[in-house]
């Protein structure tokens, strides 16, 4: 057994264990639950030969690698807060022995009880919107008189490109800000992602708000109505919302 | 609840079309990447790897490539496409936009 590690997923209150039998892990291994009191550790075998340290660090480099495995993180982070109250780890939390897992349980279990307050009955909800950079805004300047030298006539363009976005760019900040903020008093908490790169999801248009949300179950119709109603109340922005996630975005204490 | 169909993108290809926007949309990788390495509960496990580093070195170089290649359509080198700049003299002109150039760098970070 020395070289199988444990990957620990994520840890959830009240899990059944049997349930865990219908879904599988990384490179398809049993699903575990490692239970302290009522907080289970949801872990998998691996191999060390992948997971270890030096593997980790090769392997992650390997985006078709990553890519599978954080699917696999996600899917079976998705599995267990569908049917229990489950904070997912951050990916590639990898340990040595199951004691070592329950070790860590025991140790975090004040600070896992109470992010796991602060989630249950509630789901992450993303919504993000988009400007159109084709938008027209004004064009603000005249074409230049044809006897302007073109040096010049270069000169004024630019400049009055660079205003139109400027005031483009403020516009767009400023919507942003009205959507987030609205959407999060329909929220138990709301947080601000980093926009994503359009070379990672080839989006179109300007990606202005990468918001993503603390909702109460109850409250998600409400919720969802208000994202429709985004949409029409911003015509020159598109909405797009994704969920309900695992609570990551608001499972996130550090260690000491 | 039945799990989204994620059309997942490797490097730069791209997922489906944008259906229309009243439903939610799947999950696409950086939306997975953006959480599982950068969010949930951070336990140091016994195994340890900086996963910070790891998106900087993985993604991010991965992104800056690819950027690289889009550099041209990206207008890095707008001034080679400009046709108020290409008709005319070209060799007299290169020297002039260089001048203006750091002029309009001037303008526009003085007019902040």
């Known amino acids: 057994m020395a070289d199988t590690g444990y990957y620990f997923y994520a840890i959830s209150r009240g899990l059944d264990p049997d349930v865990l039998n219908t879904e599988v892990g990384i490179e398809q291994a049993a699903l575990q639950l490692v239970k302290h009191q009522d907080l289970g550790a949801v872990v998998s075998h691996v191999s060390l030969q992948d997971f270890g340290e030096e593997g980790l660090r090769r392997n992650l480099e390997d985006l078709a690698w990553l890519e599978s495995v954080a699917v696999t993180h996600d899917r079976v982070a998705r599995f267990c807060a569908e049917r229990a109250t489950t904070a997912p780890l951050r990916m590639a939390t990898v340990f040595l022995s199951e004691d070592a897992v329950r070790e860590q349980l025991a140790q975090w279990y ?125 015509p020159g922005v598109r909405v797009e919302h994704g969920g309900p996630w695992p609570p990551y975005s608001f499972a996130t204490l550090e260690p000491e | 609840m039945t799990e ?56 991010k170089i991965r992104l800056l490539v690819a950027s690289v290649d889009k550099a041209r359509e990206m207008g890095i080198d707008w001034w080679e496409n400009d046709p108020m700049l290409t008709t005319g003299k070209p060799d007299g002109l290169r020297d002039e936009n260089r001048r203006l150039r750091e002029r309009v760098r001037e303008l526009e970070g003085g007019d902040g």
């Open chain 1, 110 to 234: 004040d600070r896992a009880e109470e992010v796991l307050n602060r989630i249950e009955g509630r789901s992450e909800w993303s919504v993000k919107a988009y400007a159109d950079p084709a938008a027209p805004a004004e064009t603000g300047g005249d074409e230049p008189p044809e006897t302007m030298g073109e040096g010049m006539a270069y000169l004024l363009r630019r400049r009055t490109e660079a205003q139109r976005r400027e005031s483009t760019a403020q516009a767009d900040a400023e919507a942003a800000q009205a959507i987030h903020d609205l959407l999060s008093n329909h929220a138990v908490a709301g947080r601000q992602l980093r926009p994503q790169d359009r070379q990672l999801t080839g989006h179109t248009g300007e990606m202005i708000l990468n918001g993503t949300y603390l909702v109460d179950q109850g409250r998600v119709d409400e919720f969802l109505d208000t994202v429709a109603a985004l949409r029409s109340e911003h």
């Open chain 2, 4 to 59: 989204p169909s994620r059309p997942l993108v490797t490097g730069g290809s791209r997922a489906a079309p944008y259906a229309a926007a009243d439903r939610p949309q799947p999950a696409n990788l950086a939306d997975i990447l953006e959480r599982v390495l950068d969010k949930g509960i951070v336990i140091a496990g016994d195994i340890k790897v900086n996963l910070l580093d790891i998106e900087l070195l993985t993604i």
